[in-house]
Nanobody, 121 residues
Framework: VQLQASGGGLVQAGGSLRLSCAAS????????MGWFRQAPGKERVFVAAINWSGGSTYYADSVKGRFTISRDNAKNTFYLQMNSLKYEDTAVYYC???????????????WGPGTQVTVSS
C-alpha cells in the first residue's frame, strides 16, 4: 500500500486542521489505518486509528475529545480532524496501515513523507 498524507500547515493555538491520507494499492487487505506523529527530537507516536471495516476508532489519550479520525472507503481516503489544537500538537504527522488489530507502530507500514503541522502559541 502507498499512503500520502496532506493538509498540514501553520495554525494558531485553538484552531483546527483536517489532514487527509490517500491510499492506493492493496488497501482492502489492510485491517486498520492509523495516524502517528513525530515532534522534533522525539519518537514517533500513535495518535489515532480506524478500522477499514466497521469503522471502530482508537485514540491516544492526549488527543481524545479534540481529534476525530474518519474514513471514506469509496475514496480510499481517511482523515484526521484536529480541533482545539495546542502547541504540543506540533509535529510531522504520518499515516500508515496495518494488517493487525494493533496500534503498535512497528506493525504498520506504507509510511509516506508525512505532513507538517505547526501550532503557534
Amino acid at each position: 500500500v502507498q499512503l500520502q498524507a496532506s493538509g498540514g500547515g501553520l495554525v494558531q493555538a485553538g484552531g483546527s486542521l483536517r489532514l487527509s491520507c490517500a491510499a492506493s494499492g492493496r488497501t482492502r487487505s489492510y485491517y486498520r489505518m492509523g495516524w502517528f506523529r513525530q515532534a522534533p527530537g522525539k519518537e514517533r507516536v500513535f495518535v489515532a486509528a480506524i478500522n477499514w471495516s466497521g469503522g471502530s476508532t482508537y485514540y491516544a489519550d492526549s488527543v481524545k475529545g479534540r481529534f476525530t479520525i474518519s474514513r471514506d472507503n469509496a475514496k480510499n481516503t481517511f482523515y484526521l480532524q484536529m480541533n482545539s489544537l495546542k502547541y504540543e500538537d506540533t509535529a510531522v504527522y504520518y499515516c500508515a496501515a496495518t494488517f493487525y488489530d494493533s496500534i503498535a507502530i512497528h506493525e504498520y507500514d506504507g509510511w509516506g513523507p508525512g505532513t507538517q503541522v505547526t501550532v503557534s502559541s
